[in-house]
Structure formats: C-alpha cells, structure tokens
C-alpha cells in the first residue's frame, strides 16, 4: 500500500478533502477526529464557539485554522 500524499492547510483545499489528508499539528489533528469533523468543509462549517468548546482546542487553535482554511462561513468564489 502506498503512502498517501499529505496536504498543506489551504483556503484553496475543497470542502470534501478529508481532514485525515491534511497537514495540521497532531494536536489538532487528534481534536478534530475526535469531535466527528472528518472533511474540510465540516471543520469550515463548525462555528468558532464550537470549536472552543473542543477538549484541549483553545484560541490559538481555532486562528490558525481559520487563517489556513478559511473563516467560517467564508465563502470562495468558484465561479
């Protein structure tokens, strides 16, 4: 079996790249897999309030995903 190709957090990444696929701190790796999020856009969708309710998931956490993913409720142009 091949080693999966790992991706750098990017507002560029689709909605349903699985987080599993992406190259966060194992910290918040482990946090979002267990709070349920498995894709980019759930982690997008899920408010900041929520997000600081998370275990061990503090402000700090919840910056650097949103400057890497995306503010929540951002919405790309597509078109």
């Given at each position: 079996?091949?080693?999966?190709?790992?991706?750098?957090?990017?507002?560029?990444?689709p909605?349903?790249?699985?987080i599993?696929?992406?190259r966060?701190?194992?910290?918040?790796?482990?946090?979002?897999?267990?709070?349920?999020?498995?894709?980019?856009?759930?982690?997008?969708?899920?408010?900041?309030?929520?997000?600081?309710?998370?275990?061990?998931?503090?402000?700090?956490?919840?910056?650097?995903?949103?400057?890497?993913?995306?503010?929540?409720?951002?919405?790309?142009?597509?078109?």
């Amino acid at each position: 079996m091949s080693e999966r190709h790992m991706l750098d957090p990017t507002p560029e990444l689709p909605d349903d790249t699985p987080i599993d696929r992406v190259r966060f701190p194992a910290r918040i790796q482990n946090v979002l897999v267990a709070a349920g999020l498995k894709t980019v856009g759930e982690v997008r969708e899920t408010s900041d309030e929520t997000l600081l309710s998370f275990q061990d998931f503090g402000k700090g956490s919840v910056a650097r995903l949103r400057e890497t993913l995306g503010a929540e409720g951002e919405k790309r142009d597509d078109r």
